[in-house]
């Protein structure tokens, strides 16, 4: 193994920047060849593909968003897209790909691997929606930035003494709104994974008014079938009270890496230069027990999602 490739893909999320620096620093040191395409499988596809040294990735460990660019691409979901892809790798003699995303990277990478490319997934993405790994990169930044967004919020709905319903992301993961909604001491946390019932939580809030307490805070999934300003009318109605709404939306992607996610970032990235030099590829890093794993990428693609509902419940304890 000489020349290796890196792009990172999809939704950007906190900790891609420290992923990048530790796969072309560990890569260097390890006396590879490592190369940034950028814009990630778009720029695959278009051939934007730039060496680079230890210095291309300096100052960059604190910073959120992604140095090499990111997309969504339409066009590598297609044969010829695919086959393009398969062949800059090729004319510019990338002998592995470590690819930086969530789960619709990990399609891709995994499609590029049947076309007989060696892959190295690492999970970046806010959502937390990849199973095979206790925590994806960006998770625990987003958290900490919608728990931050409820402090503030509930100061202004305590004064008012309001009911306000917060819109988080999580695609159809329901994990960035349960962490924060139990650590953020939300009173209701409606995620895609669990029935929600507006009577059940129009009662919760009128029994939390008669015992005193005049303000709330409701953490809604974006994946929730329902629209935000729609539960609001239904529930202001039922409480006869206004609800208010806010919609974090990018907010909770952007901002400094945690040094959770930093570390996560950090240490999967070694791991993939570790086992790349060891001439072993098609590997899904992560965290399994605390250990940084690499697994088969078919397999940890197959793993099903699971969702704590535990600590779902203990929201609703805590928050009578
Ligand atoms: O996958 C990360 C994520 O932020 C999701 O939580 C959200 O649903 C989606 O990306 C938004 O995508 P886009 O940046 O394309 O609007």
């Given at each position: 193994m000489n020349r290796i490739g890196v792009l990172t893909s999809g939704g950007d999320a906190p900790g891609m920047n420290a992923a990048v620096r530790a796969v072309v620093r560990f890569g260097i040191e390890a006396g590879l060849e490592v190369y940034g395409i950028h814009r990630g499988f778009e720029g695959l596809i278009d051939g934007e593909i730039h060496e680079m040294n230890?210095?291309?990735?300096?100052?960059?460990?604190?910073?959120?968003?992604?140095?090499?660019k990111t997309a969504r691409s339409e066009?590598?979901?297609t044969e010829e897209g695919q086959r393009r892809a398969v062949e800059n790798l090729d004319t510019f003699g990338i002998e592995a790909l470590i690819i930086i995303g969530g789960n619709g990277s990990f399609l891709g990478a995994e499609a590029l691997r049947k076309r007989g490319v060696t892959v190295m997934a690492i999970p970046g993405t806010i959502?937390?929606?990849?199973?095979?790994?206790e925590r994806t990169i960006g998770f625990d930044t987003a958290v900490n930035t919608v728990l931050d967004a409820i402090t503030r919020i509930r100061d202004t709905s305590s004064a008012h003494e309001r009911n306000t319903v917060i819109e988080v992301m999580g695609r159809e993961c329901g994990d960035i709104a349960l962490y924060a909604g139990l650590a953020g001491g939300a009173e209701c946390v409606l995620v895609p994974e669990v029935p929600y019932s507006i009577p059940e939580i129009s009662r919760k809030i009128l029994e939390g008014m008669n015992n005193g307490k005049m303000q709330s805070i409701l953490i809604k999934a974006?994946?929730?079938?329902?629209?935000t300003e729609e539960l609001c009318r239904e529930l202001s109605e039922r409480i006869g009270r206004e609800v208010k709404s806010v919609k974090l939306s990018y907010l909770q992607r952007g901002g400094s890496p945690t040094l959770a996610d930093r570390l996560l970032a950090t240490e999967c990235a070694e791991k993939a230069i570790e086992l790349l030099v060891s001439d072993i590829g098609n590997k899904a890093i992560g965290l399994l027990g605390g250990e940084i794993v690499g697994l088969d990428l078919t397999e940890a693609l197959e793993v099903p999602r699971s969702f704590d509902r535990e600590l779902y419940r203990a929201i609703d304890v805590l928050s009578k």
């Open positions: 230890r210095r291309s990735v300096g100052d960059i460990l604190q910073r959120g968003g992604t140095i090499l066009r590598f979901l959502d937390n929606d990849l199973a095979y790994t974006e994946g929730v079938d329902i629209d």
